[in-house]
């Protein structure tokens, strides 16, 4: 009979479900059988199929027309040979499941694993350091010390000379006339007298170039390059930082290679910082003795220039004075001269009249003096007046520059340290607020992961109890299929041979049912059923015993176990005792199970 065509390249032929490629002159055969065919399959097409060349032959399903021998077999293919017993423990299994029916049971569904989310990145909230109460306030201006305005010398009063009054005689008087010099032969040049500022006292602000040694780069680079500083300074940061990558597993990474060096330079940017700021202070003491020093030769060289000066006004007064005293006298010799001439010419006149003409001379004589001598106190005092004005303005300016450029270099040393203050702190705060964020960051990955792992561990755990529970209870609903299968088919193949003998052997096929239900009260007896007595079927305990008894157990225990293991069940069903010292036996067995359900 040719093989029935099911549709989509599916071929049904004696019993089993072939699927074709669909190319020309394909068949069903051994090699492309894809299951087995149904019950209801078999029951309707039989052995369709059977015999040589009929796998390359097809009719639809509606031409099927089973033979005469084929309508009168026994129809015992897809019929359930199964005892109420099995029933019983197929219902049990049901309930312990939770469903209706054992068709009825779906694969639990996979675990839901938590995904490790990576942390944001905060910085902590720590108190830094900060520049309050540690900057320099306002520089205190040292204050200009003005010299008093310089005590000036009045005039001195004009003494007016006393004049006596001569007594002529009319006719006999003799005219003379006073000698006097337009001006004196010596006269001060102001222009001779002032003074020039030399060259060496004018002071020059001193500065210099800032030496590479007061820099931290310098000496941070002194500190690596330096022979024998590497190891002696940096081996216990280095040792530190080493321990730490080790600790984290991480000895031979590129990471504990950068923290090394990450602390090393740590480590050194301190002392470089001490060492720069030493050179800094000698070259900033260095520059200020420099400073004073040009200021005191220049002091030196003004008080020489003033004294010189002094000096040169001295000397030209006296020889003012001397080439003053020369004239007076050749003035008064002269008038000495014209005197005795004049007397001589009017010795004829009465001595009285020669008297009164001496006294007349002598009055001249007394009030010129005086009008030169107060004139030269006159000069004098103006002189010395103008010098001391002039020193005291000189003193007045020389401090008051002194002050300004001692007042700026102060109020540049203190914006210096100032703005180098808010460096280094701003720079600590910067290391301290990235070392809080790596910290926390690092154990909020640590926690992160601890949480996925254990969730995901547990999750795991359940979903592998979950599925070995379904794994036991298909294999049994898979055993008892197949043992109802396997018996139907030996079953109809029973019948098949009892019909092709002619019924010469159909007196022994009905031994062949009783054996059966034999069997299959020993595949029932695999449910263990003195356990699920002892334990009951809530718990674990009798599947684990089952597993000792097929795995562990002898061979003589196992095997009289599934013979009588249904009627021993039955019969210890309603004693308690019995059942408790058969549980203890048990419990002994069941502790020696490692295995997880």
């Known amino acids: 009979m040719p093989s029935i065509n099911l549709g989509n390249n599916l071929v049904y032929r004696d019993g089993n479900i072939h699927r074709l490629s669909g190319r020309p002159g394909d068949s069903a055969s051994s090699g492309n059988i894809i299951r087995a065919a149904s019950p209801e399959q078999i029951a309707r097409f039989g052995s369709a199929g059977r015999g040589a060349g009929e796998g390359t032959t097809f009719i639809n399903p509606e031409d099927f027309v089973r033979s005469d021998d084929t309508a009168q077999r026994p129809e015992l293919a897809g019929q359930e040979f199964r005892t109420g017993e099995q029933r019983r423990g197929e219902a049990e299994l049901a309930a312990q499941l939770g469903v209706d029916r054992l068709q009825d049971v779906k694969p639990p569904k996979a675990p839901e694993f938590v995904k490790m989310e990576k942390p944001s990145l905060v910085a902590g909230q720590d108190e830094f350091l900060t520049t309050t109460g540690k900057l320099l306030g306002e520089t205190p201006e040292a204050a200009v010390t003005e010299a008093a305005p310089a005590v000036q010398v009045t005039e001195a009063p004009t003494l007016a000379a006393p004049r006596g009054t001569a007594a002529s005689v009319a006719g006999q008087e003799a005219k003379m006339e006073a000698a006097t010099l337009a001006a004196p032969t010596f006269q001060i040049d102001p222009d001779d007298i002032e003074g020039t500022v030399s060259a060496e006292s004018l002071a020059e602000a001193q500065t210099e170039e800032l030496d590479q040694r007061a820099t931290a780069s310098f000496q941070l680079k002194q500190l690596f390059e330096g022979e024998g500083n590497f190891t002696t300074l940096f081996a216990r940061p280095i040792r530190e930082a080493t321990d730490r990558m080790l600790a984290r597993g991480l000895g031979s990474s590129s990471m504990a290679a950068a923290a090394i060096i990450q602390s090393t330079i740590e480590s050194g940017i301190p002392i470089a910082r001490e060492d720069a700021n ?49 004239d007076t006298q050749n003035l008064r010799q002269e008038q000495q001269e014209e005197v005795l001439n004049q007397a001589a010419i009017n010795q004829f006149l009465l001595s009285d009249q020669a008297a009164d003409n001496a006294m007349e001379q002598l009055n001249v004589t007394t009030e010129a003096q005086t009008d030169q001598f107060f004139s030269q106190l006159g000069v004098q005092v103006r002189e010395n007046n103008a010098n001391r004005i002039t020193a005291v303005e000189q003193f007045n300016a020389n401090q008051a520059n002194t002050i300004e450029v001692f007042n700026a270099r102060q109020q540049d040393l203190r914006e210096r340290f100032n703005s180098e203050l808010q460096t280094q702190i701003e720079a600590s705060n910067a290391q301290h607020r990235r070392r809080i964020t790596l910290l926390d960051n690092a154990n909020q990955m640590l926690v992160n992961e601890f949480n996925a792992r254990e969730v995901n561990a547990i999750n795991t755990r359940d979903y592998q109890q979950q599925y070995l529970n379904y794994r036991d209870t298909a294999s049994r609903i898979f055993a008892s299929v197949e043992g109802n299968e396997n018996r139907a088919v030996q079953l109809a193949s029973s019948e098949l041979a009892a019909s092709a003998s002619g019924g010469r052997n159909r007196s ?90």
């Open 278 to 326: 030493k050179f800094a202070t000698i070259q900033l003491q260095n520059l200020t003795h420099k400073q004073a020093t040009a200021l005191a030769n220049a002091s030196v060289f003004a008080n020489m220039d003033q004294t010189n000066v002094g000096v040169r006004l001295n000397s030209n007064i006296e020889l003012s004075r001397a080439f003053l005293e020369i």
């Open 508 to 597: 022994s096929s009905g031994s062949i049912l009783p054996s059966l239900i034999g069997a299959a009260g020993s595949i029932f007896a695999g449910l263990c059923p003195i356990a699920q007595e002892v334990y009951g079927t809530e718990t674990t305990e009798w599947i684990k015993f089952r597993h000792w008894m097929y795995h562990d157990s002898p061979k003589w225990f196992k095997k009289l176990y599934i013979e009588h293991s249904v009627s021993i069940s039955k019969f210890i069903s309603n004693k308690p005792l019995l059942k408790q010292g058969i549980k203890y036996f048990m419990d002994r067995q069941v502790r020696k199970v490692n295995w997880n359900v």
